[in-house]
């Protein structure tokens, strides 16, 4: 292809989609084989040896992934929590972590638990607030954790910015980019180290397969640590996950275009409802994070949230009453979803109990509004 920098939408449709070698197949085979012949020695002379180690349908995958991220490598996983366990378990004994306060809640409760069972020690603070990261890194911090448009506040955060502020610290800056997906955001293009996928969200794209990703700006020694922690502990995307995420991947542009555009319809058209509290979209030129996700997002993305009127009554009365948006956890899919982030988090979550966190799918934005404005309509 020349040499040619191509853009994203034509990445996701040819980066590891080359036609089978052995028949032609345009679509890529699944090869559930969970071992590969090899000489007697050991020897593999296709580059494959066991199915926990690597296989060629997970290889297709993370080649697409790497190119859609601009990375040197990606290592996918059995769901985004296993990428995330293992990042944070390869790190060093005795490293500290800067997290931001609105992330993904189940990174709270690791941190809480598992980390002093594994050495590690963690600070959380406003992630949208470098005087406040700054602030909490100590000589020990190894990672500062980013998540942007984080979750369910859709807070944003200054990738650039934060990179420069932890490389000057010697820290690492990983990006969980769940939200934005690289068809919005690259976070390795604007300085971080490692991106974190739930590919289980819009790359797999439609509530049918759960996997994660971590995708790398160099094949470093951390990169090395987890291909060798993977292959240990087995947590592995299966073949026909890696196949069905490959698949979703293929139309992820379109997709999310869509859905923001959507979502800046849904959003409009709410902001100062008066059943309202508060409205968090970073498309809405109110945000605060606006401007930022202005200069470093192609469009603001399908999540938002909103806080209701009357407290937890308010807010499940309203997630009581829509009748096209779905009650479920997870996002990403083609099906608009509506959740109480504080009740599916359950105890010690810390999200407020008005909240109600919207994934816009790919339904009519008319039908959506409708169907929004009639459950507030009625509180
Ligand atoms: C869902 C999610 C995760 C965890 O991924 P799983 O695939 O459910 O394990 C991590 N981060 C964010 C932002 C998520 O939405």
Do not use: C
Not at 86 to 109: E, K, T
Not at 259 to 272: K, N, R
């Amino acid at each position: 292809m020349g040499g040619q920098i191509m853009h994203f939408e034509t990445i996701a449709v040819h980066a590891g989609a080359e036609p089978d070698p052995a028949t032609g197949a345009v679509a890529p085979p699944i090869h559930l084989s969970t071992t590969f012949e090899h000489g007697p020695a050991s020897e593999d002379p296709f580059g494959y040896h066991y199915v926990r180690d690597d296989n060629p349908t997970q290889a297709r995958l993370e080649m697409a992934l790497a190119a859609l991220e601009q990375g040197e490598a990606a290592l996918v996983w059995a769901s985004g929590m296993a990428a995330t366990g293992a990042y944070l378990q390869a790190l060093p004994p005795g490293s500290h972590v800067v997290f931001p306060d609105d992330m993904y809640y189940a990174n709270r409760i690791i941190a809480r638990d598992l980390f002093p069972r594994w050495g590690l020690t963690s600070t959380a603070v406003d992630g949208s607030d470098m005087a406040a990261i700054e602030a909490a890194m100590t000589p020990r911090t190894r990672l500062v954790w980013a998540e942007t448009p984080s979750n369910p506040l859709m807070k944003i955060v200054d990738l650039a910015a934060l990179a420069e502020l932890a490389h000057a610290r010697g820290a690492e800056l990983l990006v969980d980019g769940t939200f934005a997906t690289p068809a919005l955001q690259q976070p390795l293009t604007l300085g971080a180290d490692v991106v974190l996928h739930s590919t289980t969200k819009y790359i797999g794209g439609h509530s049918d397969v759960q996997g994660g990703a971590l995708v790398f700006k160099r094949k470093d020694e951390m990169f090395q640590r987890l291909v060798d922690l993977r292959s240990l502990l087995g947590a592995v995307a299966s073949p026909f996950n890696s196949w069905l995420v490959l698949r979703g991947l293929r139309t992820l542009a379109v997709r999310v275009e869509r859905q923001s555009a959507t979502a800046v319809a849904l959003a409009s058209a709410l902001e100062g409802h008066p059943r309202l509290a508060a409205i968090h979209y970073p498309g809405l030129p109110s945000h605060r994070g606006h401007p930022v996700a202005r200069r470093q997002m192609r469009a603001f993305g399908g999540m938002l949230s909103l806080q209701v009127k009357g407290g937890r009554e308010g807010a499940l009365g309203v997630a009581s009453r829509v009748r096209l948006f779905l009650n479920a956890t997870s996002l990403g899919g083609v099906e608009s979803l509506i959740e109480h982030r504080a009740s599916s988090e359950g105890p010690g979550s810390a999200t407020s109990e008005d909240l109600l966190r919207i994934s816009v799918g790919l339904e009519h934005p008319q039908d959506l509004i409708d169907d929004l404005r009639q459950a507030l309509d009625r509180a």
